[in-house]
Protein backbone atom coordinates (compact mmCIF):
# COMPACT_ATOMS: atom_id res chain seq x y z
CA UNK A 1 0.00 0.00 0.00
CA UNK A 2 1.29 3.35 -1.10
CA UNK A 3 1.94 5.95 1.51
CA UNK A 4 -0.52 9.18 1.14
CA UNK A 5 1.00 11.56 -0.35
CA UNK A 6 1.87 15.08 2.09
CA UNK A 7 -0.62 18.11 0.93
CA UNK A 8 1.32 20.91 -0.57
CA UNK A 9 3.24 23.36 2.08
CA UNK A 10 0.27 26.63 2.32
CA UNK A 11 2.37 29.37 2.61
CA UNK A 12 -0.44 31.49 3.35
CA UNK A 13 -2.00 30.00 5.98
CA UNK A 14 1.22 29.39 7.40
CA UNK A 15 2.04 33.13 7.37
CA UNK A 16 -0.98 33.72 9.50
CA UNK A 17 0.33 32.20 12.24
CA UNK A 18 3.30 33.59 12.59
CA UNK A 19 4.64 36.27 15.09
CA UNK A 20 5.83 39.65 14.33
CA UNK A 21 8.85 39.73 16.05
CA UNK A 22 12.22 39.38 14.69
CA UNK A 23 13.76 36.03 14.26
CA UNK A 24 15.09 33.70 11.60
CA UNK A 25 13.18 31.72 9.10
CA UNK A 26 14.22 28.29 7.49
CA UNK A 27 12.72 26.31 4.63
CA UNK A 28 13.02 22.54 3.80
CA UNK A 29 12.12 20.44 0.85
CA UNK A 30 9.84 17.09 0.79
CA UNK A 31 12.87 15.79 1.67
CA UNK A 32 14.02 17.33 4.56
CA UNK A 33 16.77 19.13 2.97
CA UNK A 34 17.43 22.62 3.78
CA UNK A 35 16.71 25.47 1.39
CA UNK A 36 17.10 28.42 2.33
CA UNK A 37 18.21 30.31 5.48
CA UNK A 38 16.55 34.22 5.95
CA UNK A 39 16.59 36.41 9.11
CA UNK A 40 13.88 39.22 9.35
CA UNK A 41 13.01 42.38 11.88
CA UNK A 42 9.25 40.99 11.41
CA UNK A 43 8.87 37.45 10.59
CA UNK A 44 4.92 37.40 9.62
CA UNK A 45 6.21 40.67 6.92
CA UNK A 46 9.04 39.00 5.76
CA UNK A 47 8.09 34.94 5.24
CA UNK A 48 4.90 36.90 3.81
CA UNK A 49 6.60 38.50 0.82
CA UNK A 50 7.59 35.22 -0.12
CA UNK A 51 3.96 33.91 -0.40
CA UNK A 52 1.84 37.07 -1.13
CA UNK A 53 3.77 38.81 -4.34
CA UNK A 54 1.85 37.99 -7.49
CA UNK A 55 5.08 37.15 -9.26
CA UNK A 56 8.92 36.42 -8.15
CA UNK A 57 12.57 36.66 -9.52
CA UNK A 58 13.36 33.03 -11.14
CA UNK A 59 15.75 31.70 -8.37
CA UNK A 60 12.84 32.87 -5.63
CA UNK A 61 10.43 31.40 -7.63
CA UNK A 62 11.97 28.01 -7.92
CA UNK A 63 12.97 27.51 -4.63
CA UNK A 64 9.10 28.41 -3.46
CA UNK A 65 8.00 25.42 -5.62
CA UNK A 66 10.20 23.18 -3.80
CA UNK A 67 9.21 24.20 0.56
CA UNK A 68 7.15 21.59 2.37
CA UNK A 69 8.09 23.09 5.41
CA UNK A 70 8.94 26.07 7.19
CA UNK A 71 10.43 26.20 10.72
CA UNK A 72 10.93 29.62 12.48
CA UNK A 73 13.57 30.99 15.68
CA UNK A 74 12.08 34.28 17.06
CA UNK A 75 15.12 36.02 18.65
CA UNK A 76 15.27 39.09 21.01
CA UNK A 77 16.45 42.05 18.19
CA UNK A 78 17.23 42.48 14.25
CA UNK A 79 21.14 41.84 15.08
CA UNK A 80 20.54 38.79 17.20
CA UNK A 81 18.56 37.35 14.00
CA UNK A 82 21.39 38.43 11.54
CA UNK A 83 23.98 36.61 14.17
CA UNK A 84 22.26 33.14 14.11
CA UNK A 85 21.80 33.64 10.31
CA UNK A 86 25.40 33.85 9.58
CA UNK A 87 25.76 30.86 12.06
CA UNK A 88 23.18 28.72 10.25
CA UNK A 89 24.16 29.20 6.73
CA UNK A 90 27.65 28.81 7.44
CA UNK A 91 27.31 25.64 9.44
CA UNK A 92 24.04 24.12 7.81
CA UNK A 93 24.98 24.76 4.27
CA UNK A 94 21.77 25.70 2.43
CA UNK A 95 21.17 25.37 -1.04
CA UNK A 96 19.92 28.42 -1.96
CA UNK A 97 22.33 31.15 0.44
CA UNK A 98 25.44 32.52 -0.87
CA UNK A 99 27.67 30.46 1.08
CA UNK A 100 31.74 31.41 2.03
CA UNK A 101 33.76 28.67 1.23
CA UNK A 102 37.21 29.32 3.35
CA UNK A 103 37.72 26.41 5.00
CA UNK A 104 41.86 27.87 6.32
CA UNK A 105 42.37 28.27 9.64
CA UNK A 106 44.56 31.75 9.18
CA UNK A 107 48.22 31.99 10.11
CA UNK A 108 49.48 34.58 12.57
CA UNK A 109 53.28 35.06 13.65
CA UNK A 110 53.78 33.15 17.07
CA UNK A 111 56.56 35.13 19.58
CA UNK A 112 56.83 32.54 22.24
CA UNK A 113 56.82 33.58 26.29
CA UNK A 114 58.17 32.78 29.34
CA UNK A 115 61.68 32.06 28.32
CA UNK A 116 64.93 33.99 28.31
CA UNK A 117 65.43 33.62 24.67
CA UNK A 118 61.23 33.63 23.14
CA UNK A 119 61.27 32.76 19.42
CA UNK A 120 59.40 33.86 16.02
CA UNK A 121 57.44 31.49 14.55
CA UNK A 122 54.54 30.31 11.85
CA UNK A 123 51.82 29.47 13.85
CA UNK A 124 48.48 28.17 12.33
CA UNK A 125 45.25 26.71 14.64
CA UNK A 126 44.64 27.35 17.64
CA UNK A 127 46.10 30.65 19.89
CA UNK A 128 46.54 28.48 23.27
CA UNK A 129 50.17 28.85 23.41
CA UNK A 130 51.77 31.33 26.16
CA UNK A 131 53.59 34.01 24.35
CA UNK A 132 52.11 36.72 21.50
CA UNK A 133 50.45 36.66 18.48
CA UNK A 134 50.18 38.70 15.68
CA UNK A 135 48.15 38.89 12.58
CA UNK A 136 45.57 37.38 10.95
CA UNK A 137 47.83 37.30 7.66
CA UNK A 138 46.29 36.86 4.51
CA UNK A 139 48.83 33.93 3.65
CA UNK A 140 51.29 31.54 4.60
CA UNK A 141 53.97 33.69 1.91
CA UNK A 142 52.50 36.75 3.76
CA UNK A 143 53.69 35.05 7.20
CA UNK A 144 57.37 33.77 5.65
CA UNK A 145 58.24 36.69 4.06
CA UNK A 146 57.57 38.80 6.97
CA UNK A 147 59.34 36.08 9.49
CA UNK A 148 62.36 36.47 6.78
CA UNK A 149 62.36 40.14 7.52
CA UNK A 150 62.32 39.73 10.96
CA UNK A 151 65.21 38.00 10.80
CA UNK A 152 67.02 40.41 9.02
CA UNK A 153 65.87 43.84 10.94
CA UNK A 154 66.21 42.30 14.62
CA UNK A 155 68.06 38.49 14.30
CA UNK A 156 65.51 36.96 16.57
CA UNK A 157 65.68 33.16 17.05
CA UNK A 158 62.85 31.47 14.71
CA UNK A 159 64.63 27.96 15.13
CA UNK A 160 62.63 25.19 17.04
CA UNK A 161 63.42 25.07 21.00
CA UNK A 162 64.60 21.14 20.74
CA UNK A 163 66.94 21.96 17.87
CA UNK A 164 68.09 25.75 20.21
CA UNK A 165 68.43 23.55 23.63
CA UNK A 166 70.67 21.11 21.99
CA UNK A 167 73.00 23.67 19.90
CA UNK A 168 77.11 23.51 20.91
CA UNK A 169 78.17 25.94 18.26
CA UNK A 170 76.66 28.44 16.54
CA UNK A 171 74.15 27.87 13.24
CA UNK A 172 74.82 28.87 9.84
CA UNK A 173 72.17 31.77 10.44
CA UNK A 174 74.87 33.01 12.97
CA UNK A 175 77.38 32.92 10.49
CA UNK A 176 75.08 34.90 7.70
CA UNK A 177 73.68 37.24 10.31
CA UNK A 178 70.69 36.80 10.87
CA UNK A 179 70.62 35.32 14.69
CA UNK A 180 73.16 36.77 17.78
CA UNK A 181 73.09 32.86 18.57
CA UNK A 182 72.02 32.79 21.92
CA UNK A 183 71.63 28.75 21.78
CA UNK A 184 75.61 29.76 23.04
CA UNK A 185 75.43 32.72 24.81
CA UNK A 186 76.84 34.91 21.97
CA UNK A 187 74.22 37.61 23.23
CA UNK A 188 73.62 38.73 26.71
CA UNK A 189 69.95 38.06 27.64
CA UNK A 190 69.16 41.96 28.05
CA UNK A 191 70.18 42.59 24.91
CA UNK A 192 68.17 39.98 23.51
CA UNK A 193 65.04 41.10 25.22
CA UNK A 194 65.68 44.59 23.46
CA UNK A 195 66.23 43.60 19.94
CA UNK A 196 62.64 41.16 20.98
CA UNK A 197 61.08 44.17 22.34
CA UNK A 198 61.79 46.21 19.13
CA UNK A 199 60.47 43.33 17.05
CA UNK A 200 57.31 43.37 19.06
CA UNK A 201 56.77 47.02 18.89
CA UNK A 202 57.40 46.84 14.77
CA UNK A 203 54.46 43.98 14.56
CA UNK A 204 52.09 46.53 16.25
CA UNK A 205 53.21 48.95 13.41
CA UNK A 206 55.06 51.25 15.18
CA UNK A 207 57.88 51.31 13.32
CA UNK A 208 58.67 55.24 14.02
CA UNK A 209 58.90 54.46 17.76
CA UNK A 210 61.67 51.80 17.23
CA UNK A 211 63.46 53.77 14.52
CA UNK A 212 63.76 56.74 17.00
CA UNK A 213 65.05 54.78 19.91
CA UNK A 214 67.55 53.07 17.35
CA UNK A 215 68.72 56.21 16.29
CA UNK A 216 69.22 57.47 19.96
CA UNK A 217 71.09 54.24 20.46
CA UNK A 218 73.50 55.14 17.22
CA UNK A 219 74.08 58.21 18.89
CA UNK A 220 75.16 56.70 22.15
CA UNK A 221 77.79 54.27 20.67
CA UNK A 222 79.25 57.03 18.84
CA UNK A 223 79.78 59.07 21.98
CA UNK A 224 81.62 56.63 23.68
CA UNK A 225 83.82 55.76 20.23
CA UNK A 226 82.08 52.71 19.80
CA UNK A 227 81.86 53.19 16.11
CA UNK A 228 81.27 49.18 15.00
CA UNK A 229 78.04 49.30 16.60
CA UNK A 230 77.51 52.86 15.80
CA UNK A 231 77.34 51.56 12.39
CA UNK A 232 75.25 48.32 12.49
CA UNK A 233 72.76 50.54 14.39
CA UNK A 234 72.66 53.00 11.63
CA UNK A 235 72.56 50.14 9.12
CA UNK A 236 69.68 48.78 10.76
CA UNK A 237 67.82 52.35 10.87
CA UNK A 238 68.27 52.80 6.99
CA UNK A 239 66.72 49.18 6.39
CA UNK A 240 63.97 50.29 8.33
CA UNK A 241 63.53 53.35 7.09
CA UNK A 242 63.75 51.81 3.18
CA UNK A 243 61.03 49.71 4.54
CA UNK A 244 58.42 52.11 5.69
CA UNK A 245 58.78 54.01 2.29
CA UNK A 246 57.72 50.12 0.68
CA UNK A 247 55.03 49.81 2.68
CA UNK A 248 53.49 51.72 4.49
CA UNK A 249 50.41 53.39 3.47
CA UNK A 250 49.56 56.96 4.29
CA UNK A 251 45.77 57.28 5.26
CA UNK A 252 45.48 53.87 6.40
CA UNK A 253 47.42 54.09 9.88
CA UNK A 254 44.11 52.26 11.39
CA UNK A 255 43.20 48.80 10.39
CA UNK A 256 41.38 48.32 7.26
CA UNK A 257 40.14 46.02 5.60
CA UNK A 258 39.01 46.77 1.74
CA UNK A 259 36.89 44.45 -0.14
CA UNK A 260 35.12 44.33 -3.26
CA UNK A 261 33.38 41.47 -5.53
CA UNK A 262 32.49 40.91 -9.31
CA UNK A 263 29.81 38.31 -10.51
CA UNK A 264 30.24 37.02 -14.18
CA UNK A 265 28.85 33.90 -15.54
CA UNK A 266 27.40 32.52 -12.64
CA UNK A 267 30.68 32.79 -10.53
CA UNK A 268 31.35 35.50 -7.87
CA UNK A 269 35.14 36.37 -6.76
CA UNK A 270 36.04 38.58 -3.49
CA UNK A 271 38.66 39.96 -2.94
CA UNK A 272 39.96 41.81 0.21
CA UNK A 273 43.09 44.04 1.21
CA UNK A 274 44.41 43.43 4.58
CA UNK A 275 45.88 46.54 6.58
CA UNK A 276 47.44 46.43 9.90
CA UNK A 277 48.97 48.91 11.46
CA UNK A 278 49.43 51.21 7.87
CA UNK A 279 50.79 48.65 6.64
CA UNK A 280 49.76 46.37 4.01
CA UNK A 281 49.50 42.50 4.49
CA UNK A 282 48.58 41.66 0.89
CA UNK A 283 45.26 40.04 -0.81
CA UNK A 284 43.28 36.95 -0.61
CA UNK A 285 40.49 36.01 -2.92
CA UNK A 286 37.33 34.12 -1.99
CA UNK A 287 35.08 32.54 -4.75
CA UNK A 288 31.99 32.01 -2.61
CA UNK A 289 29.05 29.22 -3.78
CA UNK A 290 26.77 31.69 -5.65
CA UNK A 291 22.85 30.94 -6.42
CA UNK A 292 20.85 32.30 -9.15
CA UNK A 293 20.38 36.49 -9.73
CA UNK A 294 22.73 37.23 -6.78
CA UNK A 295 23.26 40.47 -6.54
CA UNK A 296 26.91 42.02 -5.39
CA UNK A 297 25.48 43.70 -2.44
CA UNK A 298 23.68 40.41 -1.04
CA UNK A 299 26.80 38.84 -1.73
CA UNK A 300 28.85 41.50 0.31
CA UNK A 301 26.97 41.36 3.02
CA UNK A 302 27.14 37.73 3.22
CA UNK A 303 30.46 37.51 2.92
CA UNK A 304 31.16 40.00 5.62
CA UNK A 305 28.47 38.28 8.19
CA UNK A 306 30.11 35.17 7.51
CA UNK A 307 33.70 36.16 6.93
CA UNK A 308 34.25 37.84 10.42
CA UNK A 309 31.81 35.73 12.10
CA UNK A 310 34.76 34.07 14.19
CA UNK A 311 37.90 36.19 12.74
CA UNK A 312 39.26 39.62 14.57
CA UNK A 313 37.48 42.74 12.75
CA UNK A 314 39.47 45.81 12.21
CA UNK A 315 38.08 48.88 12.51
CA UNK A 316 37.26 49.88 9.06
CA UNK A 317 35.94 48.19 6.21
CA UNK A 318 35.58 49.26 2.79
CA UNK A 319 32.93 47.86 0.68
CA UNK A 320 32.66 48.28 -3.23
CA UNK A 321 28.86 48.41 -2.70
CA UNK A 322 26.18 49.74 0.02
CA UNK A 323 24.64 46.58 1.59
CA UNK A 324 21.51 45.88 3.17
CA UNK A 325 21.74 46.59 6.73
CA UNK A 326 24.62 48.22 6.80
CA UNK A 327 24.44 49.89 10.05
CA UNK A 328 22.78 46.90 11.99
CA UNK A 329 26.14 44.46 10.89
CA UNK A 330 28.93 47.13 12.10
CA UNK A 331 26.79 47.19 15.62
CA UNK A 332 26.86 43.24 15.97
CA UNK A 333 30.81 43.36 14.85
CA UNK A 334 31.29 45.92 17.14
CA UNK A 335 29.85 43.78 19.97
CA UNK A 336 31.43 40.66 18.93
CA UNK A 337 34.90 42.73 18.45
CA UNK A 338 34.75 45.33 21.88
CA UNK A 339 35.17 48.02 19.63
CA UNK A 340 33.73 50.30 17.21
CA UNK A 341 33.16 48.88 13.54
CA UNK A 342 32.88 51.69 10.43
CA UNK A 343 31.74 50.30 7.79
CA UNK A 344 31.92 52.75 4.30
CA UNK A 345 31.21 52.26 0.60
CA UNK A 346 31.38 55.89 -0.32
CA UNK A 347 35.54 56.88 -0.08
CA UNK A 348 37.57 59.16 -1.68
CA UNK A 349 40.99 59.74 -1.93
CA UNK A 350 43.28 57.15 -1.18
CA UNK A 351 40.28 55.18 -0.11
CA UNK A 352 39.15 55.10 -3.47
CA UNK A 353 42.30 53.91 -4.92
CA UNK A 354 42.67 51.29 -2.54
CA UNK A 355 38.86 50.08 -3.66
CA UNK A 356 39.63 50.29 -7.14
CA UNK A 357 42.98 47.88 -6.73
CA UNK A 358 40.38 45.72 -4.75
CA UNK A 359 38.42 45.63 -7.81
CA UNK A 360 40.80 45.46 -10.76
CA UNK A 361 42.20 42.08 -8.39
CA UNK A 362 38.75 40.58 -7.83
CA UNK A 363 37.79 41.00 -11.99
CA UNK A 364 41.36 39.51 -12.63
CA UNK A 365 40.78 36.62 -10.02
CA UNK A 366 37.38 36.46 -11.61
CA UNK A 367 38.73 36.21 -15.29
CA UNK A 368 41.46 33.16 -14.34
CA UNK A 369 38.93 31.19 -12.87
CA UNK A 370 36.60 31.40 -15.37
CA UNK A 371 39.35 30.57 -17.89
CA UNK A 372 40.17 27.63 -15.43
CA UNK A 373 36.72 26.26 -14.91
CA UNK A 374 36.54 26.05 -18.80
CA UNK A 375 39.69 24.30 -19.02
CA UNK A 376 38.24 21.74 -16.28
CA UNK A 377 34.89 21.55 -18.05
CA UNK A 378 36.85 20.45 -21.79
CA UNK A 379 38.77 17.77 -19.34
CA UNK A 380 35.50 16.32 -18.34
CA UNK A 381 33.68 16.47 -21.41
CA UNK A 382 36.84 14.59 -22.92
CA UNK A 383 37.00 11.82 -20.02
CA UNK A 384 33.24 11.52 -21.15
CA UNK A 385 34.00 10.94 -24.50
CA UNK A 386 37.58 8.80 -24.29
CA UNK A 387 35.38 6.42 -21.50
CA UNK A 388 32.00 5.96 -23.12
CA UNK A 389 30.04 7.69 -20.68
CA UNK A 390 26.43 8.97 -21.05
CA UNK A 391 27.45 12.16 -19.22
CA UNK A 392 30.20 13.10 -17.41
CA UNK A 393 30.92 12.76 -14.38
CA UNK A 394 30.11 14.61 -11.88
CA UNK A 395 32.17 13.16 -8.90
CA UNK A 396 35.76 11.28 -9.57
CA UNK A 397 36.71 9.58 -6.53
CA UNK A 398 40.73 8.02 -7.11
CA UNK A 399 42.54 6.00 -4.69
CA UNK A 400 46.18 5.40 -3.71
CA UNK A 401 48.40 3.29 -1.56
CA UNK A 402 51.57 4.61 0.41
CA UNK A 403 54.28 2.31 2.46
CA UNK A 404 57.46 2.06 3.16
CA UNK A 405 58.36 -1.58 2.83
CA UNK A 406 55.09 -2.42 4.54
CA UNK A 407 55.86 0.11 7.23
CA UNK A 408 52.35 2.60 8.61
CA UNK A 409 50.28 1.92 5.74
CA UNK A 410 47.77 4.73 4.37
CA UNK A 411 45.60 5.22 1.91
CA UNK A 412 44.34 7.87 0.60
CA UNK A 413 40.78 8.88 -0.82
CA UNK A 414 40.97 12.41 -3.15
CA UNK A 415 37.50 13.53 -4.83
CA UNK A 416 36.92 15.80 -7.64
CA UNK A 417 34.25 17.48 -9.23
CA UNK A 418 33.13 20.09 -12.09
CA UNK A 419 34.58 22.82 -10.49
CA UNK A 420 38.42 21.01 -9.04
CA UNK A 421 39.19 19.52 -5.86
CA UNK A 422 36.38 19.17 -2.98
CA UNK A 423 38.98 18.84 -0.37
CA UNK A 424 36.90 18.91 2.10
CA UNK A 425 35.57 15.44 1.16
CA UNK A 426 39.19 14.05 1.24
CA UNK A 427 40.02 10.67 3.45
CA UNK A 428 42.76 8.73 4.52
CA UNK A 429 42.62 5.36 6.02
CA UNK A 430 45.21 3.75 8.21
CA UNK A 431 45.79 0.68 7.14
CA UNK A 432 46.55 -2.22 9.35
CA UNK A 433 45.79 -6.20 9.92
CA UNK A 434 47.41 -7.03 7.00
CA UNK A 435 50.60 -8.45 5.61
CA UNK A 436 52.78 -5.98 5.37
CA UNK A 437 53.89 -4.57 1.66
CA UNK A 438 50.66 -6.34 0.83
CA UNK A 439 49.00 -3.38 -1.65
CA UNK A 440 45.59 -5.50 -3.04
CA UNK A 441 44.65 -6.02 0.70
CA UNK A 442 45.38 -2.63 1.54
CA UNK A 443 43.11 -1.13 -1.33
CA UNK A 444 40.28 -3.76 -0.09
CA UNK A 445 40.05 -2.95 3.04
CA UNK A 446 40.25 1.15 2.27
CA UNK A 447 37.62 0.60 -0.72
CA UNK A 448 35.76 -1.63 2.20
CA UNK A 449 35.74 0.95 5.35
CA UNK A 450 34.79 3.89 2.09
CA UNK A 451 32.02 1.70 0.17
CA UNK A 452 30.35 0.24 3.68
CA UNK A 453 28.96 3.49 4.69
CA UNK A 454 27.60 4.28 0.93
CA UNK A 455 26.18 0.67 1.29
CA UNK A 456 24.09 1.81 4.30
CA UNK A 457 22.28 4.73 2.57
CA UNK A 458 25.74 7.46 4.08
CA UNK A 459 27.42 9.67 1.81
CA UNK A 460 27.75 10.56 -1.79
CA UNK A 461 28.11 8.34 -4.25
CA UNK A 462 31.18 8.76 -7.34
CA UNK A 463 30.23 8.54 -10.71
CA UNK A 464 33.67 7.71 -11.45
CA UNK A 465 36.17 5.36 -9.67
CA UNK A 466 39.76 5.76 -10.32
CA UNK A 467 42.09 2.67 -8.89
CA UNK A 468 46.05 3.68 -9.26
CA UNK A 469 47.15 0.47 -10.30
CA UNK A 470 46.26 -2.27 -13.13
CA UNK A 471 44.31 -4.93 -13.69
CA UNK A 472 44.66 -6.32 -10.00
CA UNK A 473 44.00 -3.55 -8.40
CA UNK A 474 40.97 -2.79 -10.40
CA UNK A 475 39.81 -6.48 -9.49
CA UNK A 476 39.96 -5.52 -6.26
CA UNK A 477 37.55 -2.66 -6.48
CA UNK A 478 35.00 -4.89 -8.45
CA UNK A 479 35.21 -7.19 -5.48
CA UNK A 480 34.36 -4.79 -2.66
CA UNK A 481 31.51 -2.80 -5.08
CA UNK A 482 30.28 -6.93 -5.68
CA UNK A 483 30.34 -7.86 -1.99
CA UNK A 484 28.70 -4.57 -0.55
CA UNK A 485 25.97 -4.50 -3.27
CA UNK A 486 27.26 -1.08 -5.04
CA UNK A 487 26.04 -0.50 -8.56
CA UNK A 488 26.45 1.91 -11.00
CA UNK A 489 29.70 3.34 -10.18
CA UNK A 490 32.26 2.97 -13.62
CA UNK A 491 35.72 2.11 -12.11
CA UNK A 492 39.30 2.89 -14.01
CA UNK A 493 42.67 1.71 -13.54
CA UNK A 494 45.51 4.14 -14.01
CA UNK A 495 48.35 1.95 -15.10
CA UNK A 496 51.69 3.27 -15.80
CA UNK A 497 53.00 2.88 -19.27
CA UNK A 498 55.44 0.91 -20.45
CA UNK A 499 57.99 3.29 -20.09
CA UNK A 500 56.85 4.75 -16.58
CA UNK A 501 56.41 8.19 -18.28
CA UNK A 502 54.25 10.83 -17.47
CA UNK A 503 51.49 11.08 -20.06
CA UNK A 504 52.21 7.30 -21.28
CA UNK A 505 49.48 6.42 -18.65
CA UNK A 506 47.05 3.66 -19.58
CA UNK A 507 43.54 3.46 -18.55
CA UNK A 508 41.69 0.13 -17.28
CA UNK A 509 38.43 -0.16 -17.77
CA UNK A 510 37.04 -2.54 -15.47
CA UNK A 511 33.63 -3.31 -17.12
CA UNK A 512 35.43 -5.06 -19.95
CA UNK A 513 38.85 -5.31 -19.43
CA UNK A 514 39.98 -2.76 -22.70
CA UNK A 515 43.02 -0.73 -22.15
CA UNK A 516 43.03 2.54 -23.50
CA UNK A 517 46.50 4.71 -24.54
CA UNK A 518 44.85 8.32 -24.46
CA UNK A 519 48.51 10.13 -25.16
CA UNK A 520 49.90 12.78 -23.52
CA UNK A 521 47.90 15.31 -25.67
CA UNK A 522 45.01 14.25 -24.30
CA UNK A 523 42.80 16.64 -21.96
CA UNK A 524 41.09 13.37 -19.99
CA UNK A 525 44.57 12.10 -19.38
CA UNK A 526 45.30 15.39 -18.02
CA UNK A 527 42.28 15.27 -15.65
CA UNK A 528 43.03 11.59 -14.60
CA UNK A 529 46.79 12.51 -14.29
CA UNK A 530 46.20 15.56 -12.05
CA UNK A 531 43.56 12.97 -9.58
CA UNK A 532 45.94 10.36 -9.60
CA UNK A 533 48.72 12.70 -8.78
CA UNK A 534 46.82 14.41 -5.66
CA UNK A 535 45.23 11.02 -4.53
CA UNK A 536 49.67 10.16 -4.62
CA UNK A 537 50.29 13.16 -3.04
CA UNK A 538 47.96 12.80 0.20
CA UNK A 539 49.19 9.61 0.70
CA UNK A 540 52.55 9.90 0.85
CA UNK A 541 52.05 12.88 3.55
CA UNK A 542 49.68 10.82 5.97
CA UNK A 543 52.02 8.07 5.78
CA UNK A 544 55.39 9.89 6.75
CA UNK A 545 53.17 11.82 9.45
CA UNK A 546 51.63 8.03 10.75
CA UNK A 547 55.64 6.67 10.08
CA UNK A 548 57.04 9.71 12.66
CA UNK A 549 54.44 9.14 15.07
CA UNK A 550 54.87 5.34 15.42
CA UNK A 551 58.83 5.68 15.55
CA UNK A 552 58.95 8.79 17.65
CA UNK A 553 56.51 6.94 20.27
CA UNK A 554 57.07 3.55 19.75
CA UNK A 555 60.47 3.25 21.54
CA UNK A 556 59.85 4.60 24.77
CA UNK A 557 56.87 2.84 25.03
CA UNK A 558 58.61 -0.60 24.65
CA UNK A 559 60.72 0.58 27.68
CA UNK A 560 59.34 -1.17 31.22
CA UNK A 561 58.35 1.53 33.83
CA UNK A 562 58.13 4.19 30.97
CA UNK A 563 54.09 5.49 31.30
CA UNK A 564 52.74 9.02 29.62
CA UNK A 565 54.06 11.03 32.34
CA UNK A 566 58.09 10.33 31.97
CA UNK A 567 58.06 9.98 28.51
CA UNK A 568 56.39 13.60 28.29
CA UNK A 569 59.21 14.40 30.85
CA UNK A 570 61.86 13.27 29.36
CA UNK A 571 60.80 14.75 25.74
CA UNK A 572 60.24 18.07 27.34
CA UNK A 573 63.90 18.07 29.25
CA UNK A 574 65.80 16.99 26.03
CA UNK A 575 63.27 18.78 23.47
CA UNK A 576 62.50 15.92 21.46
CA UNK A 577 63.24 12.09 20.96
CA UNK A 578 66.78 13.13 19.31
CA UNK A 579 68.07 14.99 22.75
CA UNK A 580 66.79 11.81 24.46
CA UNK A 581 69.20 9.68 22.54
CA UNK A 582 72.20 11.91 22.16
CA UNK A 583 71.34 12.00 26.40
CA UNK A 584 74.09 9.32 28.52
CA UNK A 585 72.82 7.36 31.42
CA UNK A 586 73.96 10.13 33.94
CA UNK A 587 71.83 12.70 32.18
CA UNK A 588 69.21 10.48 31.97
CA UNK A 589 68.74 9.94 35.53
CA UNK A 590 68.93 13.51 36.39
CA UNK A 591 65.11 13.65 35.39
CA UNK A 592 62.54 13.51 37.88
CA UNK A 593 61.18 10.32 38.24
CA UNK A 594 64.33 8.17 36.92
CA UNK A 595 66.53 6.08 38.90
CA UNK A 596 69.70 4.85 37.46
CA UNK A 597 68.12 1.51 36.63
CA UNK A 598 65.49 2.78 34.21
CA UNK A 599 67.98 5.05 32.90
CA UNK A 600 70.16 2.31 31.71
CA UNK A 601 67.33 0.51 30.21
CA UNK A 602 66.27 3.78 28.71
CA UNK A 603 70.12 3.91 27.17
CA UNK A 604 70.03 0.49 25.98
CA UNK A 605 66.48 0.46 24.01
CA UNK A 606 67.45 3.43 22.06
CA UNK A 607 71.02 2.12 21.00
CA UNK A 608 70.31 -1.27 20.43
Known amino acids: MQPAPQPAFDGKAFVRTLTTSPGVYRYFDADGELLYVGKAGNLRKRVGSYFLKPRMEPRIAAMIAQIARCEITVTRTEGEALLLESQLIKSLKPRYNIMLRDDKSYPYIYLSGGEDYPRLAFHRGARNLPGRFFGPYPSAFAVRESLNLMQKLFKVRQCEDSYFRNRSRPCLQYQIGRCTAPCVGLIPVEDYRTDVRHAEMFLEGRSSAVIDELAAAMEQASARLDFERAAALRDQVAALRRLQAQHHVHGASADMDVIACRIEAGLACVSVLFFRNGISLGTRDFF ?17 AQYYLDRPVPRELILGEDIPDQAMLAEMLAQQSGHAVEIKSRVRGERAQF ?3 AERNAQASLTSRLASRQTLGARFEDLQRVLGLDEAPRRIECFDISHTRGEATVASCVVFGPEGPEKSHYRRFNIAGITPGDDYAAMHQA ?6 KLAEGEGARPDLLLIDGGSGQVGQALEVLEELGVAGIHVVGVAKGPGRRPGEEVLVLA ?17 VAAVRDEAHRFAISGHRKRREKARERSVLEDVPGIGARRRAALLKAFGGLAGVEAAGVE ?4 IKGIDRGLAERIYAALHG
Open 355 to 357: LQL
Open 587 to 590: ELSR
Open 288 to 304: PRLPLDAEPADLLAQFV
Open 511 to 527: DSGREIHPGTSSPALHL
Open 447 to 452: LIRRFR
